[in-house]
């Protein structure tokens, strides 16, 4: 079922030159614009105006949810890049072009594909995002959606990579959150 899938995915590429250059923008280049409306969204999104426990100052208290925000964000994203690293180490998956002699990747990729460290990340970043703000998150884990299904398509991972990164990517930050 997972090479099935991956060949449902996989046959959009090398269609049109226009498709394959928007997948490889989805899967190479958009992930950095992700990061960066991330931390600009963090930065410059209005919290809402709830008064302080207890009354006290409310420069302090939104100085120290914003801090906890980006904490939990940081934390999430680095913490699911280095569990990526790891497990890709140990459970040592090769990549669809490594198994299959006709996939031709729309771009070069090294390393081993399980989990998928983009989708790990970038699920980590959408939950820690939405624990807190629900429409942003929404819109994160459908930009993680975007860049794990463009993964597929430029050739470069099975689905059960980026599920499986999918997965980590939520439990990281759900731990994160509540440590």
């Known amino acids: ?10 046959n959009l590429a090398h269609q049109s030159h ?17 990061v960066l ?6 930065i410059f999104h209005l919290p809402l105006p709830v008064p ?21 964000v940081f934390f999430s994203g680095v913490l699911a ?4 690293y790891i497990l890709k180490i140990i459970i040592y998956t090769p ?16 390393g081993y594909a399980f989990p998928s ?14 624990f807190n703000h629900k429409k942003a998150g929404y819109v994160f884990i459908l930009f993680a959606l975007l860049i794990g299904i463009a993964r597929i398509i430029a050739g470069v991972h099975f689905p059960v990579d ?11 930050a759900f731990f994160v959150k509540n440590v």
């Open 37 to 42: 409306l991330a931390f600009l969204f963090l």
């Open 81 to 84: 890049w280095i569990l990526a």
């Open 52 to 72: 302080p426990p207890g009354g006290g100052r409310m420069v302090g208290f939104i100085f120290i949810r914003k801090w906890k925000e980006i904490t939990l």
């Open 18 to 34: 226009l498709f394959d250059a928007v997948i490889i923008f989805f899967a190479g280049v958009f992930p950095y614009l992700v």
């Open 1 to 10: 079922m997972n090479n099935d899938i991956f060949f449902f995915f996989y």
């Open 162 to 172: 980026i599920l499986g990164g999918f997965i980590l990517g939520f439990f990281i």
């Open 95 to 110: 990549r669809p072009f490594e198994v299959f002699s006709n996939i031709v990747p729309l771009f070069s990729e090294s």
């Open 117 to 130: 460290g983009h989708a790990t990340f970038f699920m980590a970043l959408a939950f820690a995002l939405f």
